[in-house]
């Protein structure tokens, strides 16, 4: 079965027409065209014979409509040019600002600076709040006021920091999260949604305004009687109308001339794919089974494309108006459910007029009352239907409540309630084809003034929700961009000063590195020096009084001699030791008050901080510190006799002196010859192994007992001679010394390292605030010229002149 014959629809039916009936008065024509300039009260006097004056007074008011008209729709094409090339600027812009959100630096949101609790729409249009006044003023203004009205109006508004489309509202269940909690990245990551949906709602506002048709939504609470009202105005019963909730898809209902002619119901799956002439994006559906599709909620099906045919001329029909195509959207009841209610929130903002039925008998629910919150950041003026008021018992308290909802809801259309707020019963018009039964004065007076609202008055039903979100959006963008200008201007003279102030620090900085450093190096080296010149000087002395060390030795006897000698040996090793070690001491002394000195002036200039070098390190590690010598067998002889033989002739000589003054000269020559004949001759061999034998004895004697001196001479400078050979004074001096350089480098470095790192940090905190310094220059100029760019195109679309009643009397 092919789609065309879907519910067995035969097309040659679908193309016949149907003799309809006209509109509820002969001549509402003349009634329509005097509505335009005078009062409606005087236009809905109906004449069914109409006099000779008469017609002559309409023939004229005629042509002057129909020039009004022709300026109208001069002016009108003229607005709509201007609107589609300023939606493409205020695209870029956005696109602009969004790509600098993301790219190069976050936009700073304007929080609510006044530290009040978070007030709800409710409370901002409370009768006696205060700025409901404002809110009323300013919604009146895109109509009445003067342009320097309109700009005080926007600079309150810049000072309150209200943002309407770019706000940022975060609801958790039924209450709202304060943004100010959130951290920068979240606000703009928020933001970026936020004008993403700014950047598609454009493109549907340029697509809107480039079509020459009009949509006009007829949207309410569930069960308000929006088919039966839709009915109504069609004079036809084309979608099914019941006490309880029908309509469960979109129905758009169209004049069957744009559709070749043809009475056709199209069932469309994909809303986007749809193409009347490509048979394969919908389905053909009879009229009699609508009532089974609406109503059953066919969910593959989308929407419902209704084309129409209407027998009434162009001055009575709404779909066949000669003017301008008109498309009726019937929609779900807003409180169906939630995604029926969400879908119907997105569509009001594809349509150009929101006619908004509300019962009676219900007034406004919570779901009506927030889509007209939403609907209200575009469309200023919204057409309302109170239906069903033939059953209200008391009318004048109905009108006076819904009045009042009215007027805190769309404070415009309050203003213009003459034109735009109608209290009717549509279920009481007669539908019956044929029928020449006149509607009730209330019904026709609301149909001139849609039929006025929507095609007369195109500027305002079409262009002006355009405008208002194009002046809404750019005065968003206008305070964004002078909050963030503002503000990376405050940053960037805040950073310029902070770098002025701190200039003179890190100067200051630089030169204490030099010259503390300086100091640091001088004071640790005349320590170093000092305790090296002290323990060379000390060590010295120690060497030349080693030998002090025997003294404390008790001779054995010659039997112990060897051990005697060992001790000895050890005695000055561990002598020299000591002393050592007593500089060693008197070396982390020294170097004990260099790092207190030292540490006084690195916190002299840094600020307390703990000492990181520690004095007991100075030679901590026990090393063998020995001047090694062997004990050997010719330490213990003496056989260097130049001194002892020396002494013995002097001992001789003097002894012969002595002898010869005692005895005589004469004795002496007499003793003289008689030792010179004992030695000549047999007396020599008789007496001479005796000698040498008691010599001998004598001599080893004279050994022996001179032992303990000759080891002790012996040892004492066999240790000196090693020790100067070894260059001990010299090695343990240097040491030492080299030990107290290295504990106070340790502080010296700590000094170093850390006015290094305070330098450091002091350029890193002068990189980051030249940066922020160059970024916020950069962030200024760029919103600057944001802030140029968005208020010259604001000054542009306010220019844009969408009060068609204004033209004409211009003209």
């Not at 008998?361 to 109170?386: D, M, Q, R, Y």
Request: aromatic share 6%; proline share 3%.
């Amino acid at each position: 079965m092919s789609q065309s014959q879907l519910f067995g629809v035969p097309s040659n039916l679908m193309s016949s027409k149907k003799t309809l009936r006209r509109n509820s008065s002969p001549s509402i024509d003349e009634a329509y065209f005097s509505s335009s300039s005078g009062s409606f009260s005087e236009a809905v006097t109906f004449s069914p014979m109409p006099s000779p004056t008469t017609s002559t007074t309409s023939a004229a008011r005629t042509h002057q409509h129909r020039l009004n008209a022709a300026q109208e729709q001069r002016t009108y094409r003229d607005s709509c040019q201007r609107l589609i090339s300023h939606i493409a600027s205020v695209a870029t812009i956005c696109q602009d600002l969004k790509h600098a959100n993301k790219e190069k630096f976050p936009i700073f949101y304007p929080m609510n600076t006044n530290n009040k609790p978070t007030i709800n729409r409710s409370q901002t249009l409370d009768v006696d709040n205060h700025g409901s006044v404002i809110m009323d003023a300013v919604r009146r203004s895109s109509v009445t006021a003067t342009p320097d009205f309109v700009r005080q109006l926007e600079q309150h508004r810049l000072l309150s920091q209200e943002l309407n489309i770019l706000g940022l509202e975060m609801k958790i269940g039924h209450s709202n999260t304060d943004i100010s909690t959130l951290e920068s990245k979240s606000i703009a990551n928020l933001l970026s949604e936020r004008l993403d949906q700014s950047l598609k709602h454009l493109e549907r506002l340029h697509a809107r305004v480039a079509d020459t048709s009009s949509k006009v939504l007829v949207t309410g609470d569930l069960n308000s009687g929006k088919s039966t009202f839709v009915n109504a105005l069609l004079k036809r019963e084309i979608l099914p109308a019941d006490q309880q909730p029908c309509t469960s898809v979109f129905c758009e209902v169209l004049d069957a001339m744009l559709n070749d002619g043809l009475e056709q119901v199209h069932a469309i799956p994909t809303v986007e794919k749809y193409n009347r002439l490509d048979p394969n994006t919908y389905h053909i559906i009879e009229m009699r089974h609508l009532y089974k599709v609406i109503t059953e909620d066919y969910e593959h099906y989308k929407m419902l494309k209704i084309y129409a045919n209407d027998a009434r001329t162009t001055q009575e029909s709404l779909l066949h108006n000669g003017v301008v195509d008109i498309a009726l959207i019937d929609s779900p009841g807003l409180n169906t459910d939630s995604v029926k209610t969400t879908a119907v929130f997105a569509r009001q903002e594809e349509i150009d007029v929101v006619v908004f039925v509300v019962s009676a008998e219900n007034h406004f629910t919570l779901s009506g009352k927030e889509f007209l919150w939403n609907a209200a950041n575009e469309k200023t003026h919204i057409f309302i239907v109170v239906n069903r008021f033939d059953s209200i018992r008391d009318k004048d308290r109905c009108k006076r409540l819904i009045l009042e909802q009215i007027r805190q809801l769309s404070p415009a259309t309050y203003a213009d309630a003459d034109d735009l707020v109608h209290f009717v019963s549509a279920g009481n018009v007669d539908l019956e084809p044929g029928s020449r039964k006149l509607d009730a004065p209330d019904f026709a007076r609301l149909e001139q003034r849609l039929r006025a609202f929507v095609l007369e008055n195109r500027t305002k039903s079409k262009l002006m929700p355009a405008k208002n979100y194009l002046v809404n959006l750019l005065t968003d963008i206008t305070i964004l961009a002078e909050t963030n200008s503002k503000k990376s201007s405050d940053e960037y003279a805040q950073a310029t000063m902070e770098l002025e102030k701190d200039l003179p620090a890190y100067q200051h900085l630089l030169n204490v590195r030099d010259r503390v450093l300086d100091q640091v190096e001088k004071v640790a080296e005349k320590a170093v020096l000092s305790v090296q010149a002290h323990a060379q000087n000390k060590l010295n002395q120690a060497v030349e009084n080693v030998g002090n060390a025997i003294n404390t030795i008790e001779y054995p006897g010659i039997l112990l001699i060897w051990q005697y000698a060992q001790d000895i040996a050890d005695s000055m090793v561990q002598k020299l030791q000591k002393d050592v070690r007593q500089e060693e001491t008197h070396a982390r002394q020294e170097t004990a008050v260099c790092l207190e000195r030292l540490h006084s002036m690195g916190t002299e200039h840094l600020g307390a901080y703990p000492l990181a070098a520690d004095a007991q390190k100075v030679c901590a590690k026990n090393r063998d510190h020995r001047v090694n010598i062997t004990v050997e067998a010719t330490d213990f002889f003496d056989l260097v006799l130049d001194d002892k033989l020396s002494g013995l002739a002097l001992s001789g000589g003097a002894a012969a002196m002595v002898g010869g003054r005692m005895l005589g000269f004469k004795d002496a020559v007499t003793s003289m010859c008689s030792v010179s004949n004992i030695m000549s001759g047999p007396n020599v061999r008789r007496w001479v192994i005796p000698v040498v034998g008691v010599a001998s004895i004598g001599f080893l004697v004279y050994v022996v007992s001179d032992m303990r001196n000759a080891v002790e001479r012996k040892l004492v400078k066999k240790f000196k001679t090693e020790a100067r050979e070894s260059e001990y004074v010299e090695r343990h001096s240097i040491r030492v010394a080299r030990e107290s350089r290295k504990v106070l480098r340790v502080e010296g470095w700590e000094i170093q390292n850390r006015i290094q790192k305070a330098i450091e940090q002091k350029e890193q905190k002068r990189s980051d605030t030249e940066a922020v310094a160059l970024s916020s220059k950069e962030t200024a100029e760029y919103f600057a010229a944001v802030l140029d760019k968005s208020g010259l195109l604001l000054e542009k679309v306010e220019m844009v002149q969408t009060d068609p009643h204004h033209l004409v009397k211009e003209a």
